[in-house]
């Protein structure tokens, strides 16, 4: 496997669809966890990686022993401030949270990412619809919570002056089978939002191939 962790793969597409520069960039890695978008951010380049997660002990050695990342765990992003990034000011940020909205994320970062950052961010429908629009096992299933939740996402990225910019779907389900989204968003106050007919085609896409990809998967494993 050419990274730490499965999660990696969310982040090569996302760097392949959006065309996102990690060169030469510092990167903020909002959740790092094992470190799978730390070690992308490397490979493709990054200066200097914080990878930060508000668990402890879970970055692999390969990464944590790297002079170009530097370890911030037991850090609630949530009260994170600029002077916290003494290596440099982010100039990319990727994020891949639990359990937590990201509109307690987006609030923060805006004050500490450089303007016209960018980030590549996980949109978990589970974490972001209400409780009564999360199925059995916590799964997300329908089509039109997902839209609801990006539109939802999309409103408070750019109530913080983030426009949304790409959106795809993440190659990788999340580990209850909920179809995840990647989604593109640019520090440039707000104001250049993708429209909301290319959002739903977004979404019909991942409907189309995810499930798709499980009948195929169910169909080999008879």
Known sequence: MPYVSRGGFKLEKAINVF????QNKIVLDIGSSTGGFTDV???NGAQKVYALDVGTNQLVWKLRSDERVVVMENTNFRYAKL?????GRPEVATIDVSFISLNLILPPLSEILTPNGHVATLIKPQFEAGRQAVGKHGIVKDAQTHLAVIDQVATYAAENGFSLIGL???PIKGGAGNIEFL????LDGGESTMDESAREAVV???HEQLNARR???RDASK
């Open 83 to 87: 002077d916290d990034f003494t290596a």
């Open 183 to 186: 989604a593109d968003l640019v």
């Open 204 to 206: 019909a896409s991942a």
């Open 41 to 43: 951010s490397l490979q």
């Open 215 to 217: 009948e195929e998967e």
């Open 168 to 170: 795809d779907f993440s």
């Open 19 to 22: 065309d996102l520069d990690f």
